[in-house]
């Protein structure tokens, strides 16, 4: 079997304040193994994003637990957390965040930037050899302006990469883009999976994210209701 990357156990999130303080997760048990790529589907408001940003530490639950690579984020100081997040984590969102003033490859090394590395030849040419994964070989001195919205969001894949993070979270990664993007970004998950065994967790609307996935698990009020192994497509 392979090890587990993720796991949750018991996972109890509310938000708000008096009256209107609700739960928006409620007892979530959850582990996903090192190369899995998974789906997490549900309507809005289940919870899906709450769920995300528990699992990789943007968060912190009112009850239970989350690991990764079987560290427990739980009691450890922000500072730490911080790091382990920058270390074993890799987030790509719906919008891109790229920063407008930085080129593409400047924006990819920003994760390293942030724990005092990202300078030498051999960091850049790591940011490099990421672009040109994403199918930027071209682009590594463009700015953000100089490329489309398909292109900024495979930066930010790639600069969520440049950590070689032990997960990779997706928030509605091709929200924000047409089809044809949609499916390049798409495609170039399936890829990352293939070739490098990456595991992938993505929150989607998307059905062909979900059908074409390994596994999709299903959210709905805060509980996880499905589970569904599909194996490769």
């Given amino acids: 079997m392979k090890p587990v990357v993720l796991r949750a156990q018991g996972l109890v999130r509310r ?7 609700r739960e928006v997760l409620r007892g979530i048990d959850l582990e996903i193994a090192s190369g899995e790529f998974t789906a997490l589907v549900g309507p809005s408001g289940s919870g899906k994003s709450t769920l995300l940003y ?15 690579d079987g560290v427990n984020l739980a009691g450890v100081s922000p500072d730490r957390l911080a790091r382990l997040r920058n270390q074993l984590v890799g987030f790509v969102y719906q919008f891109h965040f790229l ?4 080129t593409a490859l400047e924006n990819v090394l920003m994760p390293l930037w942030a724990r005092g590395a990202g300078s030498s030849r051999e960091d850049r040419a790591w940011g490099g050899e990421l672009l040109a994964a994403v199918g930027l070989a071209d682009k590594l001195n463009a700015l953000p302006r100089e490329l489309s919205g398909g292109e900024q969001q ?9 950590n070689r993070p032990r997960v990779l979270l997706a928030d509605e990664p091709t929200g924000n883009l047409d ?3 949609a499916r390049a970004v798409y495609a ?4 990352l999976k293939r070739a490098t065994g990456q595991t992938i967790l993505v929150v989607t609307h998307d059905r062909e994210w979900a059908e074409r996935s390994d596994r999709v698990l299903q959210l709905l009020d805060g509980r996880l209701v499905g589970d569904e192994r599909r194996g490769e497509p």
């Avoid at 699992?55 to 239970?64: H, K, Y």
């Avoid at 920063?99 to 930085?102: D, G, I, N, Q, R």
């Avoid at 170039?188 to 890829?191: K, N, P, V």
């Fill in 15 to 21: 938000l708000g304040t008096g009256a209107s303080r």
């Fill in 54 to 68: 528990l699992l990789g530490g943007l968060d912190t639950p009112d009850e239970g637990a989350v690991e990764i």
């Fill in 99 to 102: 920063l407008p003033e930085f």
């Fill in 154 to 162: 495979r930066v930010a894949v790639a600069r969520a990469l440049v």
């Fill in 179 to 181: 089809s044809e993007n």
């Fill in 188 to 191: 170039l998950f399936r890829e």
